[in-house]
């Protein structure tokens, strides 16, 4: 039987602490949707996820009441399309966007991933359209998300893509200018990209993906935050085992949930995502923890550091609550959607560049950053560039997910809505890389690619 | 199917009367019940099994928040794995 005060917690968490299942995401193949003729192919790919799919969001709900959990994020994410439209006789795969489009909606999910294309060494013709057609997919489409892996440890660095996602991120920029360029929200670089990822705008499934799979992100910073209140005064080794012990409770449900959710859903459970993904809501962000940690505000000395003790403890205490671990896992620290963030770049104590240092040591990498429209393609190139270099040399993941906002400049706001968030715009080192960007060419894969 | 009835809020004379008859009235039979009151709230968990009931978890969770709602305590229903699994290795 239970203790009454192990009821509570639980209850507290959810109800107190907004601890919540952010995303169930299903994988869904669509390596049988290929066909010459483009307009086939979107049908196939329609009817496909509108069929594997159809009781996503049901079952979601269902498992929502039962537990009475909240499960926020409903979402599906596909076979990277570039493989998928390859075979079409077409130079735009815009018309498969829509597709992806329109079957999302019709299932009632809030995002679908996958208009994806991974181009670490060089292009195929695929990938070459898939990339070409990213801007106008992003603008004409709502809740299709697109990403794009231009490196990775054991291939290097393609310096040509990352030229071209510069040029593509300004692209996308422009043609949602009246928007605050949502188009670029929606778009993510990834150097050492995953194929098992749950969170958008990220997540692609894999080749290496079976036929369909259901994989869950958790989430819960509120929690973690509120748990370490109790440790107040404490040595940062009673920091870390409260973390832990906190990341446990919240994995051992989203490992719940994904079982169950596999099970009705009748295909198999892929991974759990131990990820602390904050949310602008009050209570929900992960610069609070690290302020709850001990410092003054997040971005100052001391952040790095307080933030790879958290990145360590939640996996360590993730870890055991479920029995397979994947995706990102780590902390996210995407600046427009975490109220701790925002307030920090609003009080000047969050700068690109600590933020660049905090991705050495965190889940993902420069998230959800709004930077002045006029930044030139090279500048951003030369970000990612930076970005993957981390990636790269450390074996871990690395993501760019920059915001150009067409007119706007150092001290304007801009405003997302919802998840996404509202971010003050901050500034970027403006040095010019041009020469090094203009080069081209790949850079080689580091030393420790050579593990055999 | 074993549920958890959890009830916090405000004491009252009948809160446990009330819930306990809603539950045999649907078959819900109850296989513990724990209740305090901690600075001034009530509390209770109280254990059910589902097994024999002529409800659905759903309908039951929006009964109990009805009555809940009349007596002015929050009244949540869950199934019992979501604790099992968070606080049992």
Known sequence: MFEIKDILETNRMISENNLDVRTITMGISLRDCAHPDINVTAQKIYDKITKKGENLVKVGEDLEAEFGIPIINKRVSVTPISIIGESCDANSYVPLAKALDAAGKAIGINFIGGFSAQVDKGYTKGDKILIASIPEALAVTDIVCSSVAIGSTKCGINMDAVAEMGRVIKKAAELTAERDAIGCAKLVVFCNAVPDNPFMAGAFHGVTEPESVINVGVSGPGVVKRALEDVRGQDIGAVAETIKKTAFKITRVGQLVAQEAARRLNTQFGIIDLSLAPTPAVGDSVAHILEEIGLESCGGPGTTATLALLNDAVKKGGLMASSYVGGLSGAFIPVSEDAGMIAAVERGSLTLEKLEAMTCVCSVGLDMIAIPGDTSAQTISAIIADEAAIGMINNKTTAVRLIPVPGKGVGDVVEFGGLLGYCPIMRVNTFKPDVFIARGGRIPAPIRSLTN | ?89
Not at chain 2, 36 to 43: D, K, M, Q, T
Not at chain 2, 57 to 85: C, S
């Open chain 2, 1 to 89: 199917m074993r549920i958890v009835l959890t009830i916090v809020g405000k004491d009252r004379v009948g809160i446990i009367a009330k819930v306990s008859n809603l539950l045999a009235e649907h078959g819900v039979n109850i296989l513990n019940i724990n209740q305090n009151i901690l600075e001034g709230f009530f509390n209770m968990v109280l254990i059910a099994d589902m097994a024999a009931a002529d409800v659905s978890l759903k309908d039951l969770q929006e009964m109990a928040a009805q009555i809940g709602k009349e007596i002015g305590v929050e009244i949540k229903v869950q199934h019992e794995e979501i604790f099992t699994a968070m606080h049992r290795i």
